[in-house]
Every structure is written in C-alpha cells, then in structure tokens.
C-alpha cells in the first residue's frame, strides 16, 4: 500500500497536466461545432473536395460529420493521440525511473518481492489513467450537452469516449513491456513519441485502404472505429479481443522479465 500511495503521488503532478491538457483539446474542439454548424453546406462542400483516402486518413464520414457525435468522432482522434503518450510515458517510466533516479538499490532491499512491485506500480499506473478518464468525461459531457443544438444518444457519446480507455490501457502495456528490455534509460519521452506517432502514422496510412482489416491489428488507434460505434451502437469483437490479448501478454511479459532482470541501479 505504501508503495502504491508513494506512485500516485509521484505521479499526480503529470496527471493533473494531462487531464487539464485532455479537457482544454476537447472545449477547444466542441466550442468550435457551433460555429461549423452554422455554415454545414459550406462546411460539408469543402471536406467533400478532399480526396477519399485523405478524409479516411482524417476520420471524416460525411454522412455523420455535422452532426455532434460525427464532428466529435473526427476530432476525438487527435485526443486519443494524447492520450495515448500519457499512458506510454506512465508504461515505460514506472519500472525505469528507479534506475534513473537511483533509487533501485532502496527499492529492491526491502523485504518486498519484485512482482509486488510491479503490481502496485501497475495499480497506481491504472488508477491515474482511469482519473484521468473519469474527469475529462465528465468534463467533455458538460461541455457538449451546452454547445448540441439538438438531441443526440448519450450511450454513443459515451461509448467513443471510453475508446480513450481502452488505447491508454494498450499502450500502458507496450510501454511495460518496452521498458523491461532496458538496463538504463536516460529519457522516457523519444521512446513514447516514437512509439505512439509510429503507430498512429501506420494506422492512418492504414485507413486510406478501408477494406484491408488484417493490416489494422498493427495499429491500436484502429482498433476503434468511431463510425462503426455510431453506426452499429457497438465495438468490433476482433479488436476488442485483440486489445485484450495485447495487454495481457505484455503485462505477464514484463513480469516475467522484470523479475529476472539485472537491475543496475548506479552507474
């Protein structure tokens, strides 16, 4: 418990950034639909001269695009971007910045064992993203009920949202599994940004070609389709179980290596 207390501590600082960070994009993004509904013809006229594979790569239906749920769907990706750093930094820094910081010597001669570690790291790792979730939710909900013009299905608004749930657990779990494979890392950030702007460039050079599924396992960000959610009130099961296999077999990797690793805590 001191151990999972002591992490959510060390890690309300950033948290608190990255919520604050979240909200501000999404009352930046819903502040604007009032404006773009206003001039919808217009607004539709112009998106439809993008070439297809460009409004693929954007995430734009125009079947749904001027409603509340179809703007929000276009825009939620470059939240879910965000996101998903925030969950790989948190992966890759919680069993890395003992070393970093020099502290893996205090930590391992206590008479705790090395799973238990992990575990209360991964707690409390778990436990700031689904803060961070639960109050930008709560937050965007607000803020969307007060720019709609008319009425649309909570459940769907709900469901989308809590698609950032679910890649933040993914890439916390490659963020994992990415940090047990190093002895020492200076810096946590090129390995996120790398990691997560890899994947999202792979997953919207993916989307260009809309009938190629097999190739969308490689990205996470494709997992989630928002127009499929709006369009069928549901996630697809493939991906959902995909998701699943992802992070569980990376967080037993990482206990598994983690516990049998060196740890080279002074250089």
């Known amino acids: 418990m001191n151990m999972f207390l002591h992490e959510l501590k060390s890690l309300r600082k950033s948290t608190i950034i990255w919520t604050c960070s979240l909200?501000?994009?999404?009352a930046m993004f819903l502040s604007i639909y009032p404006s773009?509904?206003?001039?919808?013809?217009?607004?539709?006229k112009m998106l439809g001269s993008y070439p297809a594979p460009v409004r693929a790569m954007l995430g734009i239906n125009m079947n749904y695009v001027t409603s509340i749920l179809g703007f929000y769907s276009m825009v939620f990706s470059f939240i879910t971007l965000c996101g998903a750093i925030q969950a790989m930094n948190i992966g890759v820094s919680i069993l890395t910045k003992e070393s970093r910081e020099r502290t893996a010597d205090f930590l391992l001669v206590k008479p705790v064992?090395?799973?238990?570690?992990?575990s209360a790291k991964l707690l409390a790792a778990f436990t700031v993203i689904a803060a961070t979730d639960v109050?930008?939710?709560?937050?965007?909900?607000?803020?969307a009920n007060s720019v709609k013009t008319t009425g649309y299905d909570g459940k769907l608004f709900f469901m989308i949202n809590l698609t950032l749930f679910f890649l933040q657990l993914i890439f916390l779990a490659l963020g994992l599994i990415v940090s047990v494979f190093f002895k020492k890392l200076k810096s946590v950030l090129p390995i996120s940004l790398g990691t997560v702007f890899g994947l999202y460039m792979i997953g919207a050079l993916i989307a260009a070609d809309k009938n190629n599924d097999a190739a969308r396992i490689i990205s996470p960000f494709k997992y989630f389709d928002t127009t499929y959610i709006i369009k069928n009130g549901s996630?697809?099961?493939k991906y959902l179980i995909a998701s699943a296999v992802i992070i569980v077999l990376s967080v037993i990797a990482g206990y598994i290596i983690y516990i049998k690793k060196d740890i080279h805590a002074v250089s």
């Open 23 to 26: 909200i501000a994009m999404s």
């Open 36 to 44: 773009i509904l206003d001039d919808a013809a217009d607004y539709k």
């Open 113 to 118: 064992s090395r799973s238990a570690i992990v």
């Open 135 to 143: 109050a930008f939710y709560a937050v965007t909900i607000i803020i």
């Open 235 to 237: 996630y697809e099961g």
